[in-house]
C-alpha cells in the first residue's frame, strides 16, 4: 500500500507538472515565444519558493543535469570537427577575450566595493561563461543552425565548456585548499585521451561504430544503443574528474563522423525533450521570489550589468575577429547571459569562502533570471536590427 501510494504521488506530480508546461507553453506559443521560459515559469510555480508543490530540488536538479548531458550529446552529433577547427580563432581568442575582458571588469568593480581579488576573479568566471543549455535551444527554435553567426556562437559556447576545468582548478588553489594532485594527474590524462581521440577522428575523417548495419532498421534497440552512446563516454570522462558533459560533447562529436547520426539523433529525441524541461525546471526553482523582492533593485541592476557587459563583450570580441557589427552584435545577444555551469563555480566559490551566503543567493538568482530573460533579450536585439 505505501508503494502504491508513493507512486501515485509521483504520478500526481508528473501530472501537476505537465498541466502547468502545457498551460504556459499555450499561451507563449500565442506570442512567439520559445518553450524555455514556459519550463523555467513552471519551476518558479511549482518549486519551494512558489507553491511549494516540488520541495526536493536537488532529485530535480539531478534530472536536470542528465537532460544536460543529453543536450551536450546532441549539440555534439550537430559538430563536424574539420568545420570547428577551421574557426580555431573565432573559438580561441573570442572566448580568451570574454574572459580577459569580464575579469577586467570586475577588477574595477571590485576596486570600488573593496572586494578581495579572490571575488573578483570568481565572478569574472561566473559571468564569462555563457549557457550552452539556452543558446543552442535558441539557436535551433529562432536562428540557422548553419549561419555564420550560429556556428561562430557555437564555437565560442564551445570552448567556454572545455574551460570551466581549470577554472575550478584555479579557484580551488585561490580558496587555500591544498590542490589534489591524484585528482590533477587523473584530469591530465583524460584530457590527454581526448585529445588523442579528436587527432584521430581528425585523420581518419569518418568512423565506423560496431553493429551499425544490424541496428539501422532496429528501431527498439536503436534507443538503447543510443544511450548507450550518450551516457558511455560520459562515464568514462567524469571517472577522470572531468565533466560528464564534456564526455557527451565529445561522444556526440565522434557520431557526427559516423553513418549512426540520424537515427541516435531521432532515437533521443523524446528523452531529450523531456530531460532538458527538466533541467530548466530545475532552474526556475532556484528563483526565490521572497529574495527577489527585498533585494530587487540591487538585483536589477546586476542583471543590467551583466547583460549590457556580456553582449557588449561580446559583440566586440566577434567584431574583432571579422564579423560585420550586425553579426557580432545579434552573436553577442546570444551569448549575453551567465550558463549553467556558472552554478558549479559559484557553489565551489561559497564552499571556498570566497563568497559568503548572501552572495552565493545574489549570484544564484541572478544566473537563473539571466537564463530566463535570455530569448527576450536576443528577440529584442533582432527586431532591433532586422530579422537573422
Known amino acids: ?52 508543490i516540488v520541495t526536493d530540488i536537488n532529485v530535480a536538479q539531478n534530472l536536470g543535469d542528465v537532460g544536460l548531458i543529453i543536450l551536450m550529446f546532441f549539440i555534439g552529433m550537430e559538430i563536424s570537427l574539420p568545420d570547428f577547427l577551421r574557426r580555431w580563432k573565432v573559438a580561441f581568442f573570442g572566448t580568451g577575450m570574454q574572459v580577459i575582458f569580464s575579469l577586467i571588469l570586475m577588477y574595477i568593480l571590485g576596486s570600488i566595493l573593496g572586494w578581495s581579488i579572490n571575488r573578483m576573479v570568481l565572478l569574472g568566471f561566473i559571468i564569462s561563461i555563457s549557457s550552452s543549455a539556452v543558446v543552442i535551444k535558441l539557436i535551433q527554435d529562432q536562428a540557422n543552425p548553419t549561419s555564420k553567426t550560429s556556428q561562430n556562437v557555437i564555437s565560442i559556447l564551445l570552448t567556454q565548456d572545455i ?70 563516454i560520459a562515464l568514462v570522462t567524469s571517472l577522470f574528474e572531468l565533466s560528464a558533459s564534456l564526455g557527451a560533447l565529445v561522444s556526440g562529436i565522434l557520431i557526427n563522423a559516423s553513418d549512426s547520426n540520424k537515427w541516435l539523433h531521432d532515437s533521443l529525441h523524446s528523452f531529450r525533450v523531456v530531460l532538458i524541461s527538466i533541467f530548466f525546471i530545475s532552474v526556475g526553482m ?57 552554478f558549479v563555480l559559484a557553489t565551489l566559490g561559497l564552499e571556498q569562502n570566497i563568497i559568503t551566503i548572501y552572495g552565493y543567493q545574489i549570484t544564484i538568482i541572478i544566473i537563473a533570471i539571466t537564463i530566463f530573460i535570455s530569448p527576450f533579450w536576443v528577440v529584442i536585439t533582432q527586431k532591433i536590427l532586422g530579422s537573422s
Not at 507553453?25 to 511549494?52: M, T
Open 1 to 52: 500500500m505505501v508503494i502504491i501510494s508513493a507512486l501515485a504521488s509521483e504520478i500526481n506530480l508528473l501530472l501537476i507538472i505537465s498541466l502547468v508546461v502545457v498551460f504556459l507553453g499555450l499561451i507563449l506559443k500565442r506570442f512567439n515565444q520559445p518553450y524555455i521560459i514556459a519550463y523555467i515559469l513552471s519551476g518558479v510555480i511549482l518549486g519551494p519558493h512558489g507553491l511549494s
Open 163 to 232: 574551460l570551466i576545468v581549470p577554472m575550478i582548478i584555479l579557484l580551488t588553489l585561490l580558496g587555500g585548499d591544498e590542490l589534489d594532485v591524484n585528482q590533477v594527474i587523473l584530469q591530465v590524462i583524460g584530457g590527454v585521451l581526448i585529445i588523442i581521440t579528436m587527432v584521430i577522428l581528425i585523420k581518419k575523417q569518418k568512423i565506423k561504430f560496431p553493429f551499425e548495419k544490424i541496428l539501422k532498421d532496429d528501431h527498439e534497440l536503436q534507443i538503447f544503443a543510443a544511450l548507450i552512446a550518450c551516457f558511455g
Open 286 to 342: 532556484l528563483i526565490d521570489l521572497f529574495f527577489l523582492k527585498e533585494h530587487l533593485f540591487t538585483i536589477s541592476i546586476l542583471v543590467l550589468i551583466v547583460y549590457l557587459s556580456n553582449h557588449g563583450i561580446n559583440a566586440v570580441s566577434l567584431k574583432l575577429l571579422g564579423n560585420t557589427w550586425r553579426e557580432s552584435l545579434i552573436g553577442g545577444s546570444f551569448l549575453a547571459q551567465i550558463g549553467e555551469f556558472s
